[in-house]
Every structure is written in C-alpha cells, then in structure tokens.
C-alpha cells in the first residue's frame, strides 16, 4: 500500500468545496481532506489552483474532430472570396473535404458555382459548422448523380434555383447521398492524426468521452468506418470511449457491438444514436411553428416504427438510447417514442435525447418526470447568440438550462466537437455566464461541472467521482472554475500525472 498526496487551493466538486487534498492509495481515492490532515505522506502541491474531477463529454464525435484538425476548417473565413481562396489553396490530388464555414459570418450561404471557382476539376464538400448542411460543388454533384431530376431523399433535401437546378446545396440526409459518392477519393485521417486528436482532449481535462461513431455512412465525407478505427487502435487509446453507434439495421448494431466488446482497451459498447431532425442554424430543425426569418418548419427525420426497433436492440444489448431532437416538435416526438419503450419495460436512465434546443416548459416537465437524460452542449451558447432569436423570437427560448435543473431534469453535458471546441471549461463558462443571452437561465459553477462529472458518471454506471474508493481521475484547472480564463494544467489517471499534449483549435 501507497499512500500519497495531491494538494491545491480547493478540491471542487458538484457538491462544492469539499477540501483542498487527495489522499492517493494505488491509483483511487482514499481520502478527500485538507492538507494538514495528510501528516509526513508525500505531497504533490499545485498551489492555488482547482482540483476537479476527471472531465466527461457526454458527446463528441472523435474522428471528425480528427478530420478537422488534420484537415481544413472554414470557420474564420470573412466573405465568399475568403471562403473560395481558403478552400483552393488545400493540397490534395483527390476530393477537398472542408468544415465549419459559417453562412453568417460569409454573408450567405455558398453555392455549387463558388466552389467551382476554387476547385473545377475535383469534388468538394465543404460542411456548414453545425454539419447538417453542406455544400458540394458540380464534380461532386455530376459524381453522385445529383441533376433536376433527382428526387430530394426522406429526411433531407436538395436546394433548387428557380429553374429546378439544385444549387450545391445539401441539407440532412441529402449530404449523405453526396458523401456516399465522395468518401472513395477522401481518405480518412491516418491513425496517429486520430491519436493526436485525442490527447488533445485529455489535454481539456477529459478522461473520458460517449463518442457518436458511424460505420458506413458517417457525417462528414472522409472519415471511414469510425467504428473500424476505433476498434483498431482500443488499446492505444488515452482515455476511456463509450460508443454510440450510428447505423441503420438491427444487425448492424449488433455487429458493431460485438466489434467493440471484442476490442477491448478502453472502448465499451453504449448503444445506437438517431436523428430526430436538423439544426437551428441550417434551419432544419423539426419546429411546431415556422421559424420567423425563413418559412420552413424544418425537417422531420424520425421515423418511429424504425426507431423504435433499433432502440430495443440497443436496449436489448445493454446499452442506451441518444436521439438527436433539436426542435420543439422533434423533442416531443422523441418524448413520444421514449414513453413508449418505458411503459414496456425500458430503464429511463438509458434513453437519452440530444441537445434539446427548443424544449418547452411542458417537455421539460415530461423529462423530469421521466427520468430521461438530456444530453445538452453548453458550447453552441458561445456561437448562437447573436442569431437565434431572429429564428425563434421572444416566445420560444433556446437552451433552458436554469429551468431543466429547477424541474429535477437529469442533465449531462457535452461539445458535439467538432461542431465546437471540445473543451469542458468553455461549456461550463457557458453555462454559468450566458454571454450574450438576455434571459434568466444561468446555473451555479457546482451545477455545470456536475453535468461534466457526477451526473455522466450515473449515467454510465461508473463510480461516484473522487469518492472513496473511486479511480483517482482528476484535472487541476487554474483559473476561476466557470471563467472563461480558467485552463487545465495538469491531468491525472489513476492517479498517475498525463503527458499533456494540447491541440490547437483550428477554429
């Protein structure tokens, strides 16, 4: 038996301040207490800086994070011109995949013909950052067969000109026919680039993420069989990986299952991920009532009877449930279906709804008294303030956060990176500020923090953190805990110190 110490300014918890030392004792936590109580032991001072838990993103997608930061992201370009220029200077001899350009920072939404003027001879995909839309240019659309006679595909849709001439222009399951035609000539990112990527979050404090992965048809054009390269490189992974599988057929989630058990390291099986509809800023998300700016309702892309039998084969596999419902009506509709499973038996604790955008007071208080998991991202606070009441107005209000933990709803948290930075501190700054957001729906620090540690950890089966007997996994954040200024420092594993490798945000 070792015993030893590491001691800061505080050890802050959901629960707030609950000393300011860890007593270690071969990699779990013996003890939480103050550093005058640990006697003649070994003591690793970090000064005045914040233990916390060992950070969760409770979703993330890591090969497309892996894509973008070994790829081209668009998000800091300034007008077409720049979006063109960004987009022709990218060396590759096969398909130029692009993400994150921003519609409202460009002026508009590109088209096939801006593309073309950057690349003429090769396909291009280029995503819009919440990456329900894309953009895709003639040779990428000639490629998929993509003319004025194709018909716009369930769940998704092809934007026309006037004359019935599809402008290049994807939205939801329209992306995929053109990924489908693409992914050939883009090759995935190597197994180190993924590597790489991942210790970049560990550098964010994370020791664990639910990672979203595809096998066949993923998100975003040129990243392969997710699941495959997960599978392949488990025992090198650095750090823990709960797998939500995005696929199509019972079979296929059971293949993907028994793929992941079989791997091992650190990957584990944690059910099948489905969308309900789009997002807010492609203005695809499924509402009751038309968005105010442009008159579409969004898109529905929940099909029920479908969805209700790959729930049960997830259930059935032990893992969970995570619809993707943005809009007040998809929320609804997911709420529809997840009653459904719970009177026939489902545990409530593993149905998850994602992002939960728009939810009414009415849906906030079915989720209550369910016992469902809203799986929210405080980061899209940073990025869609300055336009969603122009979508949405007054009357409907975005991200309920205060409301959903006033009503006892179980919320846990996450980044949906690379649709943003994968940093929990940002969402916990978020969360706590709301810079930008003139409402009332602010919670305490102690509040987002646990929806980064203790709250996913039930929801995952794992031990209490930081309690007795729990794997010593923790961060050391300098900074105030809910400040944006506020960064890790130091990452520990079973109480052992990380190499921390961070990442540049490519913005």
């Known amino acids: 038996m070792t015993l030893r110490a590491v001691t800061a300014g505080r050890v802050l918890t959901a629960d707030g301040v609950v000393g300011d030392t860890l007593v270690l004792e071969d990699g779990r936590v013996a003890a939480v207490t103050g550093r005058t109580e640990v006697g003649e032991m070994e003591v690793l001072d970090h000064g005045g800086a914040t233990i916390v838990p060992g950070l969760i993103d409770s979703h993330l997608h890591p090969v497309g994070f892996a894509g973008l930061v070994s790829g081209t992201s668009l998000k800091d370009a300034t007008d077409i011109d720049d979006l063109i220029a960004r987009i022709a200077a990218v060396e590759t001899a096969g398909a130029v995949i692009a993400q994150r350009f921003d519609d409202t920072s460009v002026g508009r939404m590109p088209t096939r013909y801006d593309l073309d003027r950057a690349v003429p001879d090769r396909p291009v995909v280029a995503y819009r950052y919440c990456g329900h839309i894309a953009v895709a240019n003639t040779a990428a659309l000639d490629l998929a067969a993509v003319g004025p006679g194709t018909t716009d595909p369930p769940g998704g849709s092809f934007d026309r000109d006037a004359d019935g001439i599809p402008t290049g222009v994807l939205r939801e399951t329209a992306v995929g026919v053109v990924?489908?035609?693409v992914e050939p000539l883009a090759p995935a990112p190597t197994d180190a680039a993924l590597l790489t990527a991942l210790e970049g979050l560990?550098?964010?404090g994370l020791t664990r993420i639910t990672a979203m992965a595809a096998t066949a048809k993923p998100l975003w054009c040129g990243v392969g069989d997710e699941v495959a390269t997960l599978c392949r490189l488990a025992a090198d992974l650095p750090l823990d990986v709960d797998v939500v599988v995005i696929v199509e057929t019972p079979d296929d989630l059971r293949r993907a299952a028994s793929d992941i058990g079989e791997a091992g390291g650190r990957l584990r099986f944690w059910g099948w991920k489905e969308f309900a509809d789009g997002s807010l800023g492609g203005h695809t998300a499924a509402m009751w009532s038309?968005?105010?700016?442009?008159?579409t309702s969004g898109t529905v892309r929940l099909d029920p009877g479908h969805a209700e039998n790959m729930a049960r084969t997830a259930l059935d596999l032990g893992g969970a449930v995570a619809i993707h419902a943005i809009g007040d009506r998809a929320i609804d509709m997911?709420?529809?279906?997840?009653?459904?499973?719970?009177?026939?038996?489902?545990?409530?604790?593993?149905?998850?709804i994602e992002h939960l955008s728009v939810a009414s007071s009415t849906a906030i208080g079915r989720l209550a008294a369910s016992g469902y998991a809203a799986s929210v991202q405080p980061s899209f606070l940073t990025s869609e303030a300055s336009w969603v009441s122009d979508r949405l107005g007054k009357e409907r209000p975005a991200y309920r956060f205060a409301a959903m933990e006033a009503a006892g709803v179980n919320v846990i948290a996450g980044s949906d990176c690379p649709v943003e930075r994968p940093d929990p501190l940002i969402g916990i700054a978020a969360s706590v500020q709301r810079p930008g957001w003139?409402?009332?729906e602010a919670v305490a620090v102690e509040t987002a923090l646990g929806w980064y540690t203790s709250a996913p950890s039930a929801h995952l089966g794992l031990a209490v953190p930081l309690a007795p007997g729990s794997p010593a996994d923790f961060a050391v954040v300098e900074g105030e805990v809910g400040s944006p200024d506020a960064k890790v420092v130091a990452v520990y594993r079973e109480g052992v110190r990380q190499e921390v490798k961070p990442v540049p945000w490519p913005g």
Do not use: M, Q
């Open 179 to 181: 990924n489908a035609a």
């Open 202 to 204: 560990v550098a964010c």
């Open 290 to 295: 038309p968005f105010l700016d442009v008159p």
């Open 334 to 352: 997911t709420l529809d279906l997840y009653d459904g499973l719970t009177r026939a038996g489902a545990d409530p604790g593993r149905l998850r």
């Open 438 to 440: 003139h409402d009332d």
